[in-house]
């Protein structure tokens, strides 16, 4: 029999990459949801392959794709939980946005 290729593990691998940058432009949140649904769609793709191991070649794959999915779960929950904890130190974004200011000012970066 041909051995054939998981189906979610291309679109798991971009979502889990893709969630890298997402953590940065997106306070966390595109990280959690892009990672989010592509380590389920790796965990699926998973179950699949385990109730027939002969019949897929692209494990190797999978388990890049459900590593680097988990490591943007982490940076995403890292980096929204670092921006929920600067916002209640600072009492919102007001306070958020007068700290940025001050410390552009003392860079002697300031409009």
Do not use: H
């Amino acid at each position: 029999m041909e051995n054939r290729k998981l189906p979610n593990v291309t679109i798991s691998l971009v979502l889990g990459i893709v969630s890298f940058i997402a953590c940065c432009f997106s306070w966390g949140i595109g990280g959690v949801l892009l990672s989010g649904i592509g380590l389920f769609l790796a965990n699926k793709d998973k179950k699949t392959y385990l109730l027939s191991p002969d019949s897929y070649d692209n494990y190797g794959q999978l388990k890049t794709a459900r590593i680097i999915a988990i490591i943007g779960l982490v940076l995403g929950v890292l980096t929204l939980s670092m921006i929920v904890v600067m916002l209640v130190m600072f009492g919102g974004m007001e306070g958020l946005q007068e700290w940025q200011q001050q410390q552009m000012e003392q860079a002697g970066m300031a409009s």
